[in-house]
C-alpha cells in the first residue's frame, strides 16, 4: 500500500482479536506474511493499515485490507471409523447395497483437493470367490456383485479399501458380517424310534425316551433351536417334549399319569421346528417328522374312592343301625362303581365320631372296612383310604346347673345388704341357649329368706332379704332354665353357709 503523505510510518491494526496476526508491514508500505497460513483452520482475514507522522497522530484514513487463503491439496483422506462394520443377512440378492464406507478431506470442498475416490483393495477369504463385493467409487456405497452370501462359507469378510484424493491415499479397514438367516429346517437322524413299553405307575416327570434332530443354521439363535412337539396320538397331552438348547437333545416325558384301562397304546408323530419363522421359500418337511409307539402295562391298581372325604352330619340322639352316610369307589381294573352304605353302629360318649361297620362285600374280591375313622378300600394286592368326618349335632338334652367350683357363703352375724355371685352351667353347646333364667322355688321359705337378681346371660346375684340368719348351712331351692330348643328347666339346692368369718373374710 502507498500514502499519498511523505514520511509515513505504517502500520497494521488488527480488526479480529487473534493470538497472533500472521502479516506484517515494512516502512515501505509492503505487507508481508510472517508465518504458514492454513486454510483448514482459518480461511480469511481482515485488518487496517494506518499512516502516522512522527508524532503519532494519524495521516490517513485506515485502509481495510481482507485476505483469502487459497486451498492447496495439503490434507489426506481420513475414514471415519478405524474398522466399519456392515452387517449382511444371507438371503440379501446380488447387487443389493450393505452399506457405505465413509471418509472425509479437510481440503476445500467441492474442489479436487477434496474428491475422493474408492476403491477395493483386498478381500479375506477370497472364497467362495475373490470379488463378492464392489463400491462405487464416487459414493463408498458397498454392494454384493454376485449370488447372496452363506454363512456356513464364511462368517465375516475382511476388506481393504482404498481412500484416495489428487495427492493422497488412505486404507480404510471394513469387516462384512454374514448374518443367519432360517433357511434350514431341522432334520431328524432316525425317521422311527419304533416302540417302547412303559409300566402305567411310572411318576410324572419320567424320561421314556431321548430323540434328536439337527439344524444346519447358526448355532445359539432361535433359527437353530429345536422345538420339540407331538404332533399326533396324543389328545390328552399325556406327554411332553423337553429340549437341551446346548445339544438340541429332545427328552420326552410322562406329563399326565398313565392309564391301561384307558390308553394302553399311543402311536405319536413328533415335529421339530424352531422358534424363528422360516424365510419364505423354505418349508418344514418329513425331514422335521419321526414316529413311535409307546405301550403302557397293566399294574395292579388300589381302588379308587370317588371322594377323599367324606362327610355327613346326624343329631347325637339317633339311634344305632341309623344310615349316616354312602361311600363310592371302583377299582380301576375295569369293574364299575360300587356305592357301600355306612351305618352307625356304636356311639362311645356324647362327642364320639368313630365308627364301626364291620367288613363290607365291595366288588368281587374287594372289601371296604371303616376303622379309625377313615374307610379303607382293598383287594387282594392293594388298598386305598379316603376320610370319614361324621359330625354330631348337639341336641339340648342337658339340664342347666348351678357352678359350684366356689363355696357360696355370707358371714355372721348377717347384717343385711350382702350379695354373692352365682354362675349357671350347661354342658350343651352354647347355641342352644341365649341366656338363663334364674328364680326362686315357691318352698322351704325361700322367697321369704332370699333374694335372687339377674346380672347377665350366666351370673346372678344371691342376697339375704333380713339378718335373722342362724349359724349353719341353708339350702337354697333355685330354679334355672336354658331357654333352649326345647327349653330344660332345672331345680337346684344351693348349699349356702352362714359362718364366722376371718379378717379375710372368708368361713373358719
Not at 503523505?5 to 502479516?23: N, Q, T
Not at 351305618?343 to 376303622?371: D, H, M, P, R, T
Not at 347355641?431 to 337378681?453: C, G, H, P, Q, V
Amino acid at each position: 500500500v502507498q500514502s499519498n503523505e511523505p514520511d509515513v510510518i505504517y502500520d497494521v491494526f488488527e480488526k479480529e482479536k487473534l493470538p497472533r496476526l500472521p502479516f506484517s508491514i515494512s516502512e515501505n508500505g509492503d505487507i508481508y506474511v510472517t508465518e504458514p497460513l492454513d486454510r483448514e483452520e482459518k480461511d480469511t482475514y481482515t485488518f487496517f493499515v494506518v499512516t502516522k507522522d512522527n508524532v503519532g497522530e494519524l495521516v490517513d484514513k485506515p485502509l481495510q485490507i481482507h485476505v483469502v487463503v487459497d486451498d492447496i491439496n495439503d490434507n489426506p483422506p481420513v475414514c471415519q471409523q478405524d474398522l466399519t462394520i456392515i452387517e449382511v443377512q444371507e438371503n440379501e440378492m446380488g447387487g443389493s447395497n450393505i452399506g457405505t464406507v465413509s471418509a472425509t478431506d479437510m481440503d476445500k470442498k467441492d474442489t479436487l483437493n477434496s474428491r475422493l475416490r474408492f476403491q477395493i483393495q483386498s478381500q479375506e477369504p477370497e472364497f467362495p470367490s475373490d470379488n463378492l463385493f464392489y463400491i462405487q467409487q464416487d459414493t463408498g456405497t458397498l454392494q454384493l456383485t454376485g449370488p447372496s452370501l452363506s454363512k456356513r462359507d464364511s462368517a465375516k469378510y475382511s476388506l481393504k479399501v482404498l481412500v484416495t484424493d489428487s495427492k493422497f491415499e488412505t486404507i480404510c479397514n471394513v469387516e462384512v458380517h454374514v448374518i443367519d438367516i432360517n433357511d434350514q429346517i431341522p432334520i431328524f437322524k432316525i425317521s422311527d424310534y419304533g416302540s417302547v413299553t412303559v409300566a402305567e405307575d411310572n411318576p410324572i416327570g419320567t424320561v421314556i425316551l431321548e430323540i434328536q434332530a439337527t439344524d444346519g443354521d447358526e448355532p445359539g439363535t432361535g433359527s437353530s433351536l429345536i422345538i420339540y412337539q407331538v404332533m399326533e396320538g396324543d389328545p390328552n397331552s399325556t406327554f411332553i417334549i423337553e429340549t437341551d438348547p446346548e445339544t438340541n437333545r429332545g427328552f420326552i416325558k410322562i406329563n399326565k399319569a398313565l392309564d391301561f384301562e384307558t390308553m394302553p397304546v399311543y402311536n405319536l408323530v413328533i415335529n421339530a421346528t424352531n422358534p424363528e419363522p422360516l424365510v419364505p421359500g423354505v418349508q418344514y418337511n418329513s425331514s422335521s417328522l419321526t414316529v413311535f409307539e409307546v405301550f403302557v402295562t397293566n399294574v395292579e391298581e388300589p381302588p379308587v374312592f370317588l371322594d377323599p372325604v367324606y362327610k355327613a352330619e346326624v343329631s347325637e340322639d339317633i339311634p344305632v343301625n341309623t344310615l349316616v352316610m354312602t361311600v363310592e369307589a371302583y377299582d380301576p381294573e375295569g369293574d364299575s362303581v360300587r356305592i357301600s352304605k355306612v351305618v352307625l353302629k356304636e356311639v362311645q360318649g356324647k362327642y364320639a365320631q368313630c365308627l364301626s361297620c364291620g367288613k363290607i362285600l365291595f366288588l368281587q374280591e374287594s372289601n371296604l372296612l371303616v376303622e379309625g375313622g377313615h374307610v379303607v378300600g382293598y383287594n387282594a394286592a392293594q388298598k386305598s383310604k379316603a376320610f370319614l368326618v361324621l359330625h354330631l349335632s348337639d341336641v339340648n338334652d342337658n339340664p342347666p346347673q348351678i357352678d359350684t367350683d366356689y363355696p357360696t357363703f355370707f358371714c355372721y352375724p348377717v347384717s343385711g345388704g350382702e350379695t354373692t355371685l352365682i354362675k349357671a352351667t350347661d354342658a350343651d353347646e352354647q347355641l342352644f341357649y341365649s341366656k338363663f333364667t334364674f328364680s326362686l322355688a315357691d318352698e322351704m321359705n325361700a322367697r321369704n329368706n332370699w333374694e335372687i337378681s339377674k346380672l347377665n346371660a350366666t351370673h346372678a346375684y344371691l342376697s339375704p332379704k333380713h339378718a335373722n340368719f342362724e349359724e349353719k348351712t341353708y339350702d337354697v331351692p333355685i330354679i334355672l332354665n336354658d331357654n333352649g330348643n326345647p327349653s330344660l328347666e332345672n331345680k337346684v339346692y344351693l348349699k349356702v353357709s352362714i359362718c364366722k368369718c376371718s379378717s379375710e373374710n372368708s368361713c373358719f
